[in-house]
């Protein structure tokens, strides 16, 4: 005796499920695994899979406890099993169909198909459900589904057709038949039982002049020696695929090629192949005999037995007697072997993310069209191809270029004083932490011949190019930078005073890429959207930017080597001009001048006073004793210059302020 109160409380199935293996009900709680001491196949099983049959004991599951059976309980006034709380077995977490097809990563991979796992398999729709659906289309409704036993994972009408049409190569495929029974379509798997057993004194003699019992032979060449079967399968996206059968050993030529417009496994339509290659070897020999009348029960689609052969009846006659087509019948044709399955392997799920990317307004000449931002990117993974989209309307976007490699791209650690341009520093270093990419040491000619250029800086304060003759790993993805040229490519003006640590780092290689953009683009704002190539700008994955005008690789560089000498009346001022294109011959006699005229504006001044400003078409200026007495109340041994070349697109460009003596 125990405190137990019957009819206290509700069961719950805590586990319910079947394995989608041939016979699975007959124990369902066994389970095919190599690895397992427990593995086992349930009673009389051929080892084969078979989705339906985990199908039928799920729906049999809950239609039963959602019956009459499940009793009421008296004392909660609820039913004996709780019916949503019966758990089916079992619903993998792993995402589907990247497992079971990435068997690389998961082991038990290879168990899932004649397992106990419902993930793929509950939407598979049964015959039943697919032939009223088809049936009701075409306004039929007379019909009889419940013989019919297969499943499907998808079924297609691609075009106009009758109803007939729509089934008869499903149907054919499947072995399922269909004949009318008392104004009734009935729909039944070819696979029976006899439903009559008889001997040749059963059979009617009706015709003095015709054989009780006839049988013809076809001969082997119009037997088929190979079945193709077309179908879609869901484990490769739904694409089209085909599965074939030989037979071998025979002299035949014929081929039969059945077009599926359904979607299964590549298992079930091998199966389905091999079914329709031994049903057409299996029917060569075909019968015709009579029965009494009597034998009224009997339609098209039952199975009888005749002395020691088992019929499938093909037609049926009425007149004085019943007259029956028929054809030999294996009932073992319909338990192929099993069949391999594709044992697909999933592509790698892409992750992307939203790319860092930086839009730069450089001071160097080195493309074709100087004045365009210059991207550098990347993401991590790195999507293959970052497309770069300019904004062209209120809402739209056109494609510029894309970009195939990620850029070495990091942020500084340390601060980074002001240094003498075009000079090396020994003294100074940079540390760097990167984000993707690596750094390496050069010579000192591959220095000086323009290798390790990188930027630093930020989209508001502008960059500044430099140069690193040595590039020495202190830690992960973390280097100090030595042996530094600063101030190169005519960014002089954006060498600050001191730039503090945080300051983003690009290594300026191939990876690093100009936008395509016209001048009169580029000296206004633009809006971009950087993104993986393969997927929709407006996708979260798209990165958005704007940037101002990007002129400033066609500001003139600032004039060098200023003097200042006395001579009569007055005193000479002169400097050597810059050039930002083509200049780094030693040979040319004078470098090229790079802008469409020559042209200076120089300032004199007092502290930050300009005291005369002047226009000059020369590299030079007479400043006379009179005009520093006008100015300045007094001549003057020294002078306080401002002196910038000026160009036609942008003005003045970078300027040179120095202090002048005689």
Known sequence: PTQWVPQSKPFWFTEAGCPAIDKGTNQPNLFVDA??????????????????????????????????????????????????????WCWDAR????????????????????????????????????????????????????????LLDGFALDRPMSGREALEALLNAEATDVAESEGVLKFFARKKYPALSLEREDL????????????????????????????????????????????????????????????????????????????????????????????????????VTLGDERLRLTALQDGEARKLEAVLFEPAVYDPPPAPSRNSKAEVMQVVAQPH?????????????????????????????LAVLQKSGSASFTLNRTVAAPATMGVTLSALPQGLPHRLDHGATLDVK???????????????????IAAIGTEVTGFEI???????????????????????????????????????FVLLNDAVVP?????????????????????????????????????RALRPLAPVHPRMKKVAGGVELSWIRQTRVAGDSWDLAEVPLGEESESYRLDILDGSTVK??????????????AAMTTDFGAPQTSLHVRVAQLSAVVGAGTPLERLLNV
Do not use: C
């Open 35 to 88: 690895k397992s001491a427990e593995s086992a196949v349930p009673h009389f099983s051929g080892g084969q899979r078979d989705d339906l049959i985990q199908n039928r004991y799920l729906l049999a599951l809950q239609q039963y406890w959602g019956s009459a059976a499940n009793t009421m309980s008296s004392v909660y006034g609820q039913k004996m099993v709780d019916v949503s709380r019966i758990f089916h």
């Open 95 to 150: 995402p589907h169909p990247v497992f079971p097809a990435r068997s690389d990563v998961w082991a038990d991979a290879i168990n899932v198909a004649r397992g106990h796992w419902l993930n793929g398999r509950l939407g598979a729709v049964d015959a039943a459900r697919l032939i009223g659906d088809i049936a009701a289309r075409y306004g039929l409704t007379n019909i009889d589904t419940a013989a019919a036993a297969f």
């Open 204 to 303: 009617v003699d009706a015709k003095a002049d015709a054989p009780i019992h006839s049988a013809t032979r076809l001969q082997e060449t119009d037997l088929p020696r190979a079945v193709r079967v077309a179908y879609m399968d869901p484990d490769i996206d739904f694409r089209s695929a085909t599965v074939s059968r030989q037979r071998g050993g025979t002299a035949s030529e014929r081929e039969i090629i059945l077009s599926l417009p359904a979607a299964v496994t590549q298992t079930h339509a091998q199966m389905r192949a091999d079914i329709l290659l031994e049903e057409a070897w299996t029917q060569r020999s075909r019968q015709t005999f009579q029965l009494p009348p009597s034998a009224l029960a009997l339609e098209p689609g039952d199975i």
């Open 357 to 385: 990317a930086l839009l730069m307004d450089l001071a160097f000449v080195a493309s074709e069209q100087p004045a365009t931002p210059w991207l550098a990117a990347e993401a991590e993974p790195w999507p293959g191809t």
């Open 434 to 452: 990167l984000e993707s990419g690596a750094l390496a040491s050069v010579s000192r000619e591959e220095l000086l011949g323009g290798a390790n």
């Open 466 to 504: 430099i140069q690193f003759e040595v590039a020495t790993l202190i830690a992960v993805d973390t280097y100090r930078l030595a042996g530094l040229l600063r101030a190169q490519g005519g960014s002089t003006a954006e060498m600050l005073a001191s730039r503090v640590a945080g300051q983003d």
């Open 515 to 551: 936008a395509i953009a016209t001048l009169p683009e580029a000296s206004l704002p633009s809006t971009w959207r950087i993104g993986p190539a393969f997927l929709d700008h407006a996708h979260p994955s798209y990165l958005e930017k704007s940037i101002g005008s990007t002129l």
């Open 612 to 625: 005369r400003s002047v226009t000059l078409s020369a590299p030079n200026h007479f400043y006379s004793d």
